[in-house]
């Protein structure tokens, strides 16, 4: 078999002397390995979960839940499905994670800056935080921050009240909030059509500045254009868009309003908290990376220091500080997994429940699985597209 | 050149790889799992003791003594089975197990026996086990405080409610609200002790669990008389020890043994006295202590005597009631209501030994 001779038999040199043959070889064996463990890894779940009686398929999932739910961020029922429940904690766990990174962003930014303060007190107290929040187990913040916090406010009847109002008591916090009415979507088209408005005034603003040179202020304008479309839209609508909606103290608890529970208010307390510590210490690295003779260059260029920041100082440290940032977005989502211990209704939480009442620990374990990889990766390609594009880029 | 005949050689290989792991695998089934009849008993006697998930967390039914040591109802029939077993009722394990991980648990066998306050339902039936036999009648209430002045648990509209996942008290609870027309908002956690703690801290107007369940929890609240029991029972609770499926033999053993228990405190014979109805002139004594006659021991691999041994540990059911729940008990009192035996008006009922 000629194919066959040629494939072994390359020109004289003997098949195991062969440089490419033996990496070829390497090759297979990495892959044989690889495919064993993988077939090794199902054929275990399968059999094991055959000889344990325990159901795979997800052929539950339209059936009734049966089960309450704390919270949601969607209208949710006893009778809705499994599945509408497993999709009412993936929500609660968007919800809280994506809240949670917007919050620990911003405060460890500010920490981060502040631990390079030339202010003795700002910086001490910033370094001070963040050994604390950084060292003590997230678990332990949560307890704390819930049984420890959030439950020992005063009872609803006695609840504590702030301008506005806004209500805290052990039942959560309660304010006022808008709620919409019927001219809502109308609305909504008057603002759609200030946003169109404001984008290609922008456009043409900033053409007529490189054409003239002068400045035209595009941005500032643009935003002027989308607000006053927006007020002239509140008052042509048939009335009023939102309307105000007070808490107000029913038999039980406070009706109406904007509602943090304690369980989530805890929550997000304790990931914020907890993940800033770490954003502060990656600002705060990323942006002592950047050269001495960078800042001195810029200065020495006639660079204001604001400039000095805008363009050489924060560009460079972007660069730095984004990989490890998305991963500390990804810890606070898989964190927030813990809201299990502390009562709020999670992706997790919800999956436990559907286990427990469905009886399909493999299924809904995959689900879960699932889920989390499904949340991280999005992440992470949203995080490096936005690297890529703040990429250092060789001309 | 080079590549293409790589990567085809590679293919092959990889394929004829697939093929070798898949076709090996159809037939082994060595991952320690029981699934024949009698399997379940050789286990354990090669063990050399029981192993029971419970918990450790709920006074009356299954806490830790002040030595540290588990006790409590179901704690309770867990050892009778290991003194039919092995004639000893300290060869034992207790696993503490949440209540979401009950169903898992003995779905895959992982204990021999589940004896956590688990209520009997069809579904739970079907699919994580053998229930053997009802041990303990409860119904689902409500605990409230009582300076609210709630006098029934149609006050609670629109209340929030404390309550632990994966249960049926979750389920009965949106069963009985949404039957009544009622708003329910809930609070829900995994762990027994966050649910309580969270309710005593006032995040809760209401908490809900079986009635047996709360008055063991009230015992232990700082203040037990500002918390008290609301008249309803909205469900039925036959909390029962379940096995796995797919042993018969073990399964009536288990059932043997409970069973034992109930006729013990039927025809008087107590942890005290034992010793000497094992020469008492009763035909049925006689027979249930071995004395005389067989009534299937040996078929289930117990020995002649199991009863005894059973007795002397634990004694029979009213004893093991009265030391967690009687008047005198360790933990709370709780009368015995449907859990008197039949022939004193309640539903504690076994079939013959014989």
Same mark, same amino acid.
């Given at each position: 078999?000629?194919?066959?001779?040629?494939?072994?038999?390359?020109?004289?040199?003997?098949?195991?002397?062969?440089?490419?043959?033996?990496?070829?070889?390497?090759?297979?064996?990495?892959?044989?390995?690889?495919?064993?463990?993988?077939?090794?890894?199902?054929?275990? $779940?399968?059999?094991?979960?055959?000889?344990?009686?325990?159901?795979?398929?997800?052929?539950?999932?339209?059936?009734?839940?049966?089960?309450?739910?704390?919270?949601?961020?969607?209208?949710?029922?006893?009778?809705?499905?499994?599945?509408?429940?497993?999709?009412?904690?993936?929500?609660?766990?968007?919800?809280?994670?994506?809240?949670?990174? $917007?919050?620990?962003?911003?405060?460890?930014?500010?920490?981060?800056?502040?631990?390079?303060?030339?202010?003795?007190?700002?910086?001490?107290?910033?370094?001070?935080?963040?050994?604390?929040?950084?060292?003590?187990?997230?678990?332990?913040?949560?307890?704390?921050?819930?049984?420890?916090?959030?439950?020992?406010?005063?009872?609803?009847?006695?609840?504590?009240?702030?301008?506005?109002?806004?209500?805290?008591?052990?039942?959560?916090?309660?304010?006022?909030?808008?709620?919409?009415?019927?001219?809502?979507?109308?609305?909504?088209?008057?603002?759609?059509?200030?946003?169109?408005?404001?984008?290609?005034?922008?456009?043409?603003?900033?053409?007529?500045?490189?054409?003239?040179?002068?400045?035209?202020?595009?941005?500032?304008?643009?935003?002027?254009?989308?607000?006053?479309?927006?007020?002239?839209?509140?008052?042509? $609508?048939?009335?009023?868009?939102?309307?105000?909606?007070?808490?107000?103290?029913?038999?039980?608890?406070?009706?109406?309003?904007?509602?943090?529970?304690?369980?989530?208010?805890?929550?997000?307390?304790?990931?914020?908290?907890?993940?800033?510590?770490?954003?502060?210490?990656?600002?705060?690295?990323?942006?002592?990376?950047?050269?001495?003779?960078?800042?001195?260059?810029?200065?020495?260029?006639?660079?204001?220091?604001?400039?000095?920041?805008?363009?050489?100082?924060?560009?460079?440290?972007?660069?730095?500080?984004?990989?490890?940032?998305?991963?500390?977005?990804?810890?606070?989502?898989?964190?927030?997994?813990?809201?299990?211990?502390?009562?709020?209704?999670?992706?997790?939480?919800?999956?436990?429940?559907?286990?427990?009442?469905?009886?399909?620990?493999?299924? $809904?374990?995959?689900?879960?699985?699932?889920?989390?990889?499904?949340?991280?990766?999005?992440?992470?390609?949203?995080?490096?597209?936005?690297?890529?594009?703040?990429?250092?880029?060789?001309? | 050149?080079?590549?293409?005949?790589?990567?085809?050689?590679?293919?092959?290989?990889?394929?004829?790889? #697939?093929?070798? %792991?898949?076709?090996?695998?159809?037939?082994?089934?060595?991952?320690?799992?029981?699934?024949?009849?009698?399997?379940?008993?050789?286990?354990?006697?090669?063990?050399?003791?029981?192993?029971?998930?419970?918990?450790?967390?709920?006074?009356?039914?299954?806490?830790?003594?002040?030595?540290?040591?588990?006790?409590?109802?179901?704690?309770?029939?867990?050892?009778?089975?290991?003194?039919?077993?092995?004639?000893? %009722?300290?060869?034992?394990?207790? #696993?503490?197990?949440?209540?979401?991980?009950?169903?898992?648990?003995?779905?895959?066998?992982?204990?021999?026996?589940?004896?956590?306050?688990?209520?009997?339902?069809?579904?739970?039936?079907?699919?994580?086990?053998?229930?053997?036999?009802?041990?303990?009648?409860?119904?689902?209430?409500?605990?409230?405080?009582?300076?609210?002045?709630?006098?029934?648990?149609?006050?609670?509209?629109?209340?929030?409610?404390?309550?632990?996942?994966?249960?049926?008290?979750?389920?009965?609870?949106?069963?009985?609200?949404?039957?009544?027309?009622?708003?329910?908002?809930?609070?829900?956690?995994?762990?027994?002790?966050?649910?309580?703690?969270?309710?005593?801290?006032?995040?809760?107007?209401?908490?809900?669990?079986?009635?047996?369940?709360?008055?063991?929890?009230?015992?232990?609240?700082?203040?037990?008389?500002?918390?008290?029991?609301?008249?309803?029972?909205?469900?039925?609770?036959?909390?029962?020890?379940?096995?796995?499926?797919?042993?018969?033999?073990?399964?009536?053993?288990?059932?043997?043994?409970?069973?034992?228990?109930?006729?013990?405190?039927?025809?008087?014979?107590?942890?005290?006295?034992?010793?000497?109805?094992?020469?008492?002139?009763?035909?049925?004594?006689?027979?249930?202590?071995?004395?005389?006659?067989?009534?299937?021991?040996?078929?289930?691999?117990?020995?002649?005597?199991?009863?005894?041994?059973?007795?002397?540990?634990?004694?029979?059911?009213?004893?093991?009631?009265?030391?967690?729940?009687?008047?005198?008990?360790?933990?709370?009192?709780?009368?015995?209501?449907?859990?008197?035996?039949?022939?004193?008006?309640?539903?504690?009922?076994?079939?013959?030994?014989?």
């Amino acid at each position: 078999m000629p194919l066959l001779r040629s494939m072994l038999w390359h020109s004289d040199i003997p098949l195991w002397r062969d440089a490419r043959v033996l990496r070829a070889f390497a090759q297979i064996v990495s892959v044989i390995i690889v495919v064993s463990i993988v077939v090794f890894a199902v054929n275990n $779940v399968l059999t094991a979960a055959n000889d344990r009686n325990l159901a795979l398929g997800f052929d539950f999932l339209g059936e009734e839940a049966g089960f309450p739910i704390a919270e949601s961020v969607v209208k949710y029922h006893e009778a809705n499905s499994f599945r509408y429940a497993f999709y009412v904690g993936v929500l609660n766990t968007l919800k809280v994670a994506l809240i949670g990174i $917007v919050a620990a962003t911003v405060l460890g930014v500010v920490l981060g800056v502040s631990r390079l303060s030339t202010n003795w007190l700002v910086s001490k107290a910033a370094g001070l935080y963040i050994e604390i929040f950084r060292n003590i187990p997230l678990l332990i913040q949560l307890f704390f921050w819930y049984f420890g916090v959030f439950l020992l406010f005063p009872a609803v009847e006695n609840a504590i009240e702030w301008p506005g109002p806004i209500f805290i008591s052990n039942r959560g916090i309660f304010a006022v909030w808008a709620s919409t009415t019927s001219s809502f979507g109308p609305w909504m088209l008057w603002i759609l059509g200030g946003l169109i408005l404001a984008v290609v005034a922008r456009f043409s603003l900033l053409r007529i500045e490189a054409r003239t040179g002068n400045s035209t202020h595009p941005n500032l304008l643009a935003i002027a254009a989308f607000v006053l479309v927006s007020i002239i839209g509140w008052f042509l $609508v048939a009335d009023a868009p939102l309307a105000k909606s007070t808490p107000e103290l029913g038999r039980f608890n406070f009706q109406g309003g904007l509602n943090f529970t304690p369980e989530f208010t805890a929550l997000l307390f304790g990931l914020v908290i907890y993940t800033a510590s770490f954003i502060a210490e990656i600002v705060r690295s990323g942006i002592q990376a950047v050269e001495k003779g960078q800042v001195e260059a810029a200065r020495a260029l006639g660079l204001s220091e604001y400039q000095t920041l805008k363009m050489v100082v924060i560009p460079q440290s972007l660069r730095i500080i984004i990989p490890p940032l998305i991963s500390q977005y990804l810890n606070l989502t898989k964190n927030s997994s813990l809201a299990l211990t502390i009562g709020y209704p999670d992706l997790f939480g919800v999956g436990r429940i559907i286990i427990n009442q469905a009886g399909r620990a493999v299924p $809904v374990f995959a689900m879960i699985m699932a889920a989390y990889l499904a949340m991280s990766l999005t992440y992470a390609v949203i995080g490096n597209l936005y690297n890529k594009h703040v990429r250092f880029v060789d001309r | 050149m080079g590549l293409k005949r790589i990567v085809l050689l590679m293919g092959l290989i990889a394929m004829v790889g #697939i093929l070798a %792991a898949a076709c090996s695998s159809d037939d082994d089934d060595d991952n320690g799992a029981v699934s024949s009849a009698g399997a379940r008993l050789d286990l354990v006697m090669d063990r050399g003791n029981l192993i029971c998930a419970g918990r450790t967390d709920l006074p009356g039914f299954g806490f830790l003594d002040a030595n540290g040591a588990n006790a409590g109802f179901d704690i309770d029939l867990c050892r009778a089975v290991a003194a039919a077993v092995f004639g000893d %009722a300290s060869k034992l394990t207790i #696993i503490p197990i949440s209540a979401s991980e009950r169903g898992p648990t003995i779905q895959a066998g992982e204990v021999d026996i589940l004896s956590r306050n688990v209520t009997w339902t069809t579904t739970r039936d079907s699919q994580w086990g053998n229930y053997t036999n009802v041990m303990f009648y409860d119904g689902q209430g409500f605990m409230v405080p009582t300076d609210k002045g709630y006098t029934s648990a149609l006050d609670l509209d629109g209340a929030t409610v404390c309550v632990t996942s994966g249960t049926t008290t979750e389920l009965n609870l949106a069963d009985f609200f949404r039957q009544n027309g009622m708003t329910l908002e809930t609070v829900v956690f995994e762990d027994t002790a966050s649910v309580y703690g969270a309710y005593e801290a006032g995040r809760c107007d209401a908490t809900t669990s079986d009635k047996s369940q709360l008055a063991a929890i009230r015992s232990g609240f700082a203040d037990p008389g500002a918390h008290m029991i609301l008249a309803e029972t909205i469900s039925k609770e036959p909390l029962t020890p379940v096995v796995a499926h797919g042993d018969d033999q073990w399964f009536d053993l288990v059932k043997t043994v409970m069973y034992t228990l109930i006729n013990a405190e039927e025809l008087g014979v107590t942890q005290a006295n034992v010793d000497a109805m094992v020469s008492s002139d009763n035909i049925k004594i006689r027979r249930m202590l071995g004395t005389e006659g067989e009534f299937g021991q040996s078929t289930l691999g117990l020995s002649a005597t199991f009863a005894v041994d059973v007795i002397k540990a634990v004694g029979n059911y009213g004893e093991i009631y009265d030391r967690h729940m009687g008047p005198n008990g360790g933990s709370f009192t709780l009368p015995r209501g449907d859990n008197k035996l039949w022939s004193d008006g309640g539903l504690i009922y076994a079939p013959p030994l014989k």
